[in-house]
């Protein structure tokens, strides 16, 4: 039983890198996250799912992954898209805790969702249509739409800027566990990209995109949901 595990582990390392970063969410949704808190952590990274095809851009550029049955996308990138989403809801309820409060209707949720949702992939499709590298691509689209949430929500800005720095480092800590006990993972990232270039052991682009994912995804969650603050980071529009 060992060695099969063993054998698919090395195998399949985006899939076992996945599963221990899923497995470190939960972890943490039982540990650290308020009660009340743990159902928006779990839609957080529900509502991310649906921008799992995107991964297909990044593959043979970014990264080369091998994915059960040999596809080009598979149940791999769906657990991504959910887990880091979720961990970066994860991180800012472990922050802010019972601050967080929330009035908004589910179809006012929605609608908000949608339109962030779709200026968001617009942005990221122009970028890598005019032939900007995947992550170049994705870190600015991030970067642009949280500027134009800070417009709307001036009063998050701290808020973001403590997902920033927050998920920045959890994510950095959690991609050092992967390779811990993943050896072989951080071999499929593309050594000649510079985003796929290690700094400390972790490549440059999930340093660079997982700081601003924090402060972008942070953002686009507390806007879409009509988050509001009952502490010292809020400020006044």
């Known amino acids: 039983m060992e060695n099969h595990l063993l054998d698919l582990i090395k195998s399949q390392p985006y899939l076992a890198a996945n599963i221990l970063y899923l ?45 059960l049955g040999g596809w080009v996308l598979g149940i791999e990138d769906a657990i991504c898209s959910f887990a880091v ?3 970066v809801w994860l ?51 991030n970067l642009i739409v949280w500027v134009m949430l800070i417009f709307l929500r001036r009063d998050l800005l701290l ?10 480092f959890v994510h950095f800590l959690l991609m050092k566990s992967c390779f811990l006990f993943i050896p072989d993972f951080i071999l499929t990232w593309n050594a000649g990209n510079i985003w796929g270039t290690p700094v400390i ?28 603050l009952n502490c010292e980071f809020s400020q006044t529009t």
Request: include cysteine.
């Open 85 to 87: 989403a979720a961990m």
């Open 201 to 228: 052991g972790v490549p440059l682009g999930e340093i660079a995109w997982a700081m601003i994912y924090g402060a972008f995804w942070s953002l686009f969650m507390a806007h879409s949901l009509g988050i509001r």
């Open 23 to 67: 497995i470190w969410l939960v972890i943490g949704l039982f540990l650290v996250v308020p009660l009340k808190q743990r159902m928006i952590v779990i839609v957080s990274g529900l509502i991310s799912i649906p921008c799992f095809p995107f991964l297909v851009l990044f593959e043979n550029n970014y990264w080369v992954q091998n994915r």
């Open 91 to 141: 991180v800012i309820s472990a922050l802010f805790r019972n601050r967080i409060s929330s009035k908004i209707s589910m179809r006012g949720a929605f609608n908000r969702y949608i339109s962030s949702a779709g200026i968001s992939v617009f942005i990221f499709l122009i970028l890598f249509s005019v032939e900007f590298l995947p992550m170049t691509a994705l870190v600015l689209c």
């Open 159 to 168: 808020f973001s800027l403590s997902g920033m720095l927050a998920y920045g």
